[in-house]
């Protein structure tokens, strides 16, 4: 019988070795496409579930910030006495949420420390995630995003009627303009 069905079993019967081998060929790249495929999704879901724990880590530093909601500004301050200016209120937010406990005040409004920052596109904005105001060589004002749906931010603030730490739209500010956005690095 060549080629055809075994009756008693119904497998396929192999008239030649080179049948045989095509046949062991087929099932290791079956294989080898299972292996890469379930890798694939371990791959996936590992990048899934840092990509949260991220997430979280970095709306921990909104949250943060949201505490020192109604402190007063002053220039210089890092919440001592409920005042606070607006790298102050970085700084310590970044620091207080676990997120970079090693972060320098200095480097909470420089978003040229590429060290400790990385920019993103305005597409790319989360909760946590830092807005900068200025011009392309230095920072004149720092907040923190909160809803980045609504564009509020938190910031610390010396300027206008409502003076200190609250939230505002950081798209309809009448004295600053949007210079970058960026993504404190995880320490």
């Not at 019988?1 to 081998?21: C, E, N």
């Not at 371990?42 to 909104?62: K, P, V």
Request: charged share 35%; aromatic share 10%; hydrophobic share 25%.
């Amino acid at each position: 019988m060549a080629g055809g069905k075994d009756r008693s079993t119904g497998a396929k019967k192999f008239t030649s070795s080179v049948d045989f081998q095509k046949l062991e060929r087929a099932e290791r790249e079956n294989r080898f496409s299972e292996k890469s495929d379930r890798f694939y999704k371990l791959e996936r879901m590992e990048n899934e579930s840092n990509y949260t724990a991220n997430r979280l880590a970095l709306s921990r530093i909104a949250d943060e910030a949201y505490k020192y909601c109604g402190y007063k500004y002053e220039e210089g301050a890092e919440g001592e006495d409920d005042s606070i200016d607006c790298s102050g209120l970085v700084y310590r937010a970044i620091k207080d949420s676990g997120y970079n406990p090693n972060i320098e005040r200095k480097q909470a409004i420089d978003y040229r420390e590429k060290e400790w920052s990385e920019p993103i596109s305005e597409t790319r904005v989360l909760k946590g995630d830092l807005v900068h105001f200025g011009n392309t060589r230095t920072t004149a004002h720092v907040g923190i995003v909160y809803n980045r749906l609504t564009h509020e931010m938190i910031s610390a603030v010396s300027e206008g009627n409502n003076p200190g730490v609250h939230l505002s739209n950081y798209k309809n500010l009448d004295y600053w303009t949007v210079v970058m956005y960026t993504r404190p690095k995880r320490r």
